[in-house]
RNA sequence: GGCCCCGUAGCUCAGCUGGAUAGAGCAACUGCCUUCUAAGCAGUAGGUCCUGCGUUCGAAUCGCAGCAGGGUCACCA
């Protein structure tokens, strides 16, 4: 059994036999102990001290010397004012390493393949144009969530919905239609998305052009926008579209797989990938049924023009709409209709959905729809809701092109993680491949380390400057740290098992292992709260505490066996958890660099 | 304007269900490489935890009010 959960019911005990306070043992907390204090474990006795009807101090005394006697483990206790230290066994935490060091996914669960699944969608780009920052964050985290349910335990399923179709599609279609001259992503050396993402704008430039020339003929601007030439045009490319014509689906599906090339490289470079891929051109129909099952139960009902709304002023919140007068569904239709799909196809035990906190109140009408319409799931839906992206001169606008494109930003980091390595000059007895392999590795984590460690639900600021930092809380920091463990690792060889475990500890020993020992529960924790964050935080802590410990604790040096035994274990022991942890992460840890 | 989120060191961020003197990194300043990788370590300096009131033995944390910032309120997605 855990050591705080043997602890929790020896206090809990206590309570009981010394005052008679019924507790439960789950309901008490222990805490590390503060740096500057002896002990491992602090229970706050305050909470206990008018029952108990003694002074905090004595309270605290008795319930130490209770679970002192209770348990051997706790070799000592101190208390300081209200708190009461406990100091565990060296013992303990010996035998600890002894047990745990040769399980290399220590702290890491098994996944059980038949469990029901866990949803997680993420990525969902539009076509018209090519991935950006604010793409980066929503497709690192939830390949770093779904990693992170993964090392929980959960048997999760990543998806990607592909808006594949609309009026957006149609603006870049017809630009290039009109601009294009032919130009093909081979005849131009250019990335497909890139490409398609050119005449998007392309298109956004002419039509604006019209807008103002109709404006200036006196013609109103919200009434130029709609007659614009152009977007009369697009919109019944649209039409032309959903009837299936020939011409227009042809071009579409040469265009979108140009896209899709293209977003597959940066997918690839991003170490990103899902299990099942949905298309919005084979979804966005879903959902009219339950529209009817809805207008049938009396949930949603029909205005006198014919269209169709929730009504939820009952909730706080609005009328929504879900079918136009003209029959045809809105973004919240289709979801409700993907949502039924994707609880069929998967019987999902949850369906995550990794979408910016701009659409907070789209996922809230999106859960009570579904529960007004019976689906006793609907309480499964769960919207990971993630902050925005900020540059240090503001928000990105597409159209101030003040967007940082998602291919540039990886090769910004890369050509920059090549001149750092090449500038401290360690990696010259490797191979070109496994050079450029490093810096890859580098560039990646220096980027995903920065976005992740930040808490999800937080807006960040993004300075491009600071994402490039090599040092201090950085990614490289910890793959540093990984490649020179696996130094003294390869350098100590062979390793024997330790049987024995009475080596005393110095207070930096004690510092890894305790933050190793924590690592089970910093995963679970950080799982309940759909927290990548938790883990870049944790990997961060083990490093430094090893650092701290490796600065001035012989290793390889140290001529007593057992206790140079021991360090090596440790070595082992943080040289798994932080690859794993950093596993959660999407980050690849180097062996050298 | 209604609803939602947010405000911690010069900057970027931690601080879990209330607990001891609020912590890291960057930037600034000091030291430490003939010794297991100095992308490191050790240290100095830097705070009205936005403001006020309240709850409590105890508040950065909970509640209310105010101030500042952001998001959202489409027959767009």
Redesign the pocket.
Known sequence: MNITTTLSQAVADALKNLYGIETDAKTI?L????K??K?DY?L?V??YV?QARKSPEAVANEIGEAVKAALPLVEGFNV????L?FEVADSYWTSFVAEKAADVNFGMAEVDPNEAPVVVEYSSP?TNKPLHLGHIRNNLLGWSVSQLLAANGSNVKKVNLV?DR??HICKSMLAWLRYGNGETPESSGMKGDHLVGKYYVEFDKHYKEEVKHLMESGVEEEQAKKEAPLMVEAQSMLKRWEEGDKEVRALWEKMNGWVYAGFDETYNRLGVGFDKVYY?SNT?LLGKELVQKGLDMGVLFR?E?G?VWCDLTGD?L?QK?LL???GTS???T?DLGTALLRHKDFGAERLIYVVG??????FKVLKLILGKLGFEWADKVYHLSY??VELPNG?MKSREGTVVDADDLIDEMEKT?EE??RE?G??DELSPEEQKH?YHI?ALGALKYFIL???P?????F?PA?SI??????G??IQ??H??I???VR?AGDVETLSAVSVTMNEKERGVVKTLHALPETVA?AAAAY?P??VA?YA?DL??AF??F????????EEDAQLKHFRVQLCVMVANALKNTMNILGIEV????
């Not at 906190?357 to 789209?362: F, G, R, S």
């Not at 930092?469 to 950085?474: K, L, P, R, Y």
């Not at 490796?550 to 040096?557: A, E, F, K, N």
């Open positions: 907390v805490q590390d102990t503060r500057e204090f002990g602090t706050v305050f909470p008018k300081i004012k209200g708190f230290n539009n808006n609309g009026i919005e966005y205005k023009d269209s706080g609005d709409l136009r007068k003209d809105v973004y919240m289709q906190n701009e659409q907070d109140y789209h902050g925005m928000k993680a750092m390595s401290h360690k990696n490093l580098l460690k930040v808490d639900t937080k807006n960040m600021l300075n600071e930092d090599f040092n201090g809380n950085t490289p920091f540093y740290t490649a020179r696996r130094s003294i350098k924790a927290s964050a938790m935080n961060y490093a430094k650092n701290s490796y600065q001035d604790t012989p290793i390889l040096r180097p062996e050298r660099m």
